[in-house]
């Protein structure tokens, strides 16, 4: 483990070296640090908490990008971390789900430029999923926390070993060797073409 906050610029840059320097080599990289704090209403996004989400959230994701890729061979790969929200937005997380779209489009736009590098990049867009996250939102109540997803078709939030396997088909080139540029959707019933 290397402690560290990926939200302090220069670290992930040192977070890749230092992986390099004990591994040898770095073959898949995810990126799925997040910040989050719903909101009542836009007057709430104050410029501390935009800055914040954006740079834990968006700003993490292509500096990490950006310092793995020149230790990438052909065959490795990319994975980020989007949300539901990146797709259907969320009107008390406005800033956070800005993050996850762009986490999207950055998603596909690096796809694009890595593929005759013979790097895939994907995203995973997760529904309601019970993770430290949660409860750590200062904009969620106690009686919130406890409902939390029972509104999703399947009534309840996934546990983070159910995400677990989208992660590792993406990172598989036996499995996915010819998906680049997706946002896998692992949203409980929940459904887009987007």
Not at 122 to 144: I, K, M, Q, R
Request: hydrophobic share 40%; with cysteine; aromatic share 8%.
């Amino acid at each position: 483990m290397i402690p560290g906050d990926l939200a302090v610029k220069g670290f992930c840059q040192q977070l890749v070296e230092e992986t390099v320097r004990r591994f040898g080599h770095l073959d898949i990289l995810v990126s799925n640090a997040a910040h989050q704090r719903r909101k009542k209403d836009l007057d709430e996004v104050t410029d501390e908490e935009l800055e914040y989400t954006f740079t834990t959230n968006i700003y993490a994701y292509i500096r990490l990008a950006r310092a793995a890729v020149p230790h990438m061979k052909p065959g490795s790969v990319i994975i980020a971390t989007s949300s539901e929200t990146g797709i259907f937005g969320s009107k008390k997380l406005p800033d956070y789900s800005a993050t996850k779209g762009a986490i999207n489009a950055f998603t596909k736009t690096l796809a694009q430029a890595l593929i005759e590098r013979r790097i895939r990049v994907n995203a995973v867009a997760p529904g309601p999923v019970w993770t430290p996250l949660n409860p750590s939102d200062g904009g969620l109540s106690a009686e919130e926390v406890a409902k939390f997803g029972e509104n999703n078709p399947m009534g309840r939030p996934a546990q983070p070993e159910e995400l677990a396997p989208a992660y590792v088909f993406l990172a598989s080139n036996a499995d996915s060797s010819y998906i680049t540029g997706t946002v896998l959707q692992v949203m409980g019933g929940e459904t887009t073409g987007g």
